[in-house]
């Protein structure tokens, strides 16, 4: 599967910016999609996650009840509503896919076979 992220920018603190992530192929809805996220200097971290059906998502701490991850299986594509965005939040943004993986594993970057190749997100003050 072949992923491309898209919808980063430049936006000010407390802003809003909405990530999506389109996939190629027909079988998009056997996929786990996570987002992940790396600052300069610093390791990929987990972002956000939800499972094929949606049924399930999973936050890191410092996101949570800030950005909202969704899918549409029909349309091939995963996405992140990012809101009260922080300068913390500057990253370059990756979404990731995998159609076995461990749901132990599920925040380790490791664990995951496909990434997108990022969209810079940059929150200034």
């Known amino acids: 599967v072949q992923l491309q992220a898209s919808g980063g920018g430049l936006v000010q603190t407390g802003g809003s910016l909405r990530l999506s992530c389109a996939s190629s192929?027909?079988?998009?809805?056997?996929?786990?999609m996570s987002w992940f996220r790396q600052a300069p200097g610093k390791e990929r971290e987990f972002v956000a996650a939800?499972?094929?059906?949606?049924?399930?998502?999973y936050y890191a701490d410092s996101v949570e009840g800030r950005f909202t991850i969704s899918r549409e299986n029909a349309k091939n594509t995963v996405s992140l509503q990012m809101n009260n965005l922080q300068s913390d939040d500057t990253a370059v943004y990756y979404c990731?896919?995998?159609?076995?993986?461990?749901?132990?594993?599920?925040?380790?970057?490791?664990?995951?076979?496909?990434w997108g190749q990022g969209t810079q997100v940059t929150v200034s003050s």
């Open positions: 990731a896919a995998d159609s076995t993986i461990i749901m132990t594993s599920i925040r380790f970057a490791s664990a995951y076979d496909y």
């Open positions: 939800i499972n094929m059906n949606s049924r399930r998502t």
């Open positions: 192929g027909r079988t998009f809805s056997r996929y786990f």
